[in-house]
């Protein structure tokens, strides 16, 4: 009997040539596909790996515990890598990783394989998460050693084994999608002062082309998970993809930057993220009501933490577990509506209410029925500043 390999396969170049590679090399191939959003036409893609020497092909629709078990924890830890990137693509490696070994297990292969190049992030999530899960499947990372050194080496070997590829459309950057968001890099994007032109963008309307009236949502959170959209009540799912449309018809949601990628590298990188950025301002602004000043701030200290871990691959670890019952302990209280104006590209809190808010108008207003007493300031900033006093004479 052959040994088996469980492919992560995308119906890409990269992918697809793997797994004729594989099958050349006397395995049995099956190739896995994890449903994250990616509004891939999996049906053409089945047949193609197929076609290609495939024993078997999986699509599995991981959307609905994707958004449950990954990208609402983050969002409610506010998760956001260096300042710009709402980790679309590594928030769905752990889960897509998960679903490989489940289905190695299940058809006893030898190997879990994946297409990540050896320069980049993916690799390191996939494999460590492999490794948490199941550490006695072996790994293999077929273009990490293979000889095709470039993409036309890749085209002409596709070519030499009637692999069927998508030449027509040759795709100028490298995209990954989900329902979180969309990462673009390489090609001309490389030249960190170049200005991405705007086929780059796939969800995201330039401000020019966006409508000239400001969009209006309302977003209710339940213990700091979105249920309600514009007071419609709407699976995770659903409102995300909703509200992607909504978000990127105003422009919202777009990225430019120059990340730290985890084996040292600096890279250019898009991202459009319209539903994300939207929610993660909705939910910062719900926060800022409902959560005492120094918890806020805390927590403020958690979120980068919590990016750091999901960008790091380090995903299946105590310490993320242990974050997530922090977080947790947090959103009790964050319940409640933000209101969201969308317009050429800005996403602005205009309104909050929470039935749990901290926030009293008689102690904050300076008009009628003023109940802070003034009085009581003198003694506190006396005391508060005791220990400077004098300090700069
Ligand atoms: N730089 C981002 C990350 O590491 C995006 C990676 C995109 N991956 C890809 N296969 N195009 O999370």
Same mark, same amino acid.
């Given at each position: 009997m052959k040994e088996k390999v469980v492919l992560a396969y995308s119906g890409g170049l990269d992918t697809s040539v793997a797994i004729k590679w594989f099958a050349n090399k006397g395995y049995d191939v099956i190739a896995y596909m994890a449903d994250? !959003? $990616?509004?891939?036409?999996f049906p053409t893609y089945e047949k193609r790996a197929l076609k290609t020497g495939a024993k078997k092909v999986v699509v599995e629709n991981l959307k609905e515990e994707f958004v449950r078990d990954f990208v609402f924890k983050a969002l409610k830890a506010n998760a956001v890598y260096e300042s710009n990137y709402l980790l679309a693509t590594a928030l769905s490696r752990p889960i897509i990783a998960k679903g490989l070994v489940k289905m190695a297990q299940k058809e006893n292969a030898t190997y879990v394989a994946h297409g990540c190049t !050896?320069?980049?992030?993916d690799q390191v999530r996939f494999e460590v998460t492999i490794g948490s899960l199941d550490p006695s499947l072996k790994i293999w990372a077929p273009v990490r050693e293979w000889e095709m050194k470039t993409r036309q080496a890749e085209i002409d070997y596709a070519r030499k084994h009637n692999i069927p590829i998508d030449t027509t459309k040759k795709k100028p950057y490298s995209l990954d999608v989900n329902l979180w968001g969309i990462s673009i890099e390489s090609g001309k994007l490389e030249d960190p002062y170049y200005e991405p032109t705007e086929?780059?963008? $796939?969800i995201t309307k330039s401000v020019k082309d966006s409508k000239s009236a400001p969009t209006y949502v309302e977003i209710e959170f339940k213990k700091g998970i979105p249920v309600k959209l514009n007071g419609k009540a709407m699976a995770g799912v659903e409102l995300i993809l909703k509200l992607n449309k909504i978000a990127g018809d105003a422009g919202v949601g777009r990225s430019d930057m120059v990340e730290n990628r985890l084996v040292g590298i600096k890279s250019r990188e898009i991202y459009e993220a319209p539903a994300g950025w939207t929610l993660m301002t909705a939910h910062k602004a719900l926060e800022s009501l409902v959560l005492d000043r120094e918890l806020l701030h805390y927590k403020d200290s958690i979120a980068l933490k919590y990016a750091d871990l999901t960008y790091y691959g380090l995903w299946y670890t105590p310490l993320r577990e242990s974050l997530d019952a922090f977080v947790d302990q947090t959103q009790k209280r964050v319940t409640g509506v933000a209101k969201m104006k969308l317009h050429k590209g800005n996403c602005i809190v205009v309104g909050r209410k929470s039935p749990?808010?901290?926030?009293?108008k008689e102690l904050a207003t300076y008009e009628e029925g003023d109940k802070f007493d003034q009085s009581l300031a003198k003694g506190f900033i006396q005391i508060w500043g005791l220990p400077y006093k004098g300090a700069y004479k």
């Open positions: 994250v !959003g $990616q509004e891939s036409d !050896g320069k980049g992030n086929d780059v963008y $796939q749990h808010s901290l926030y009293k």
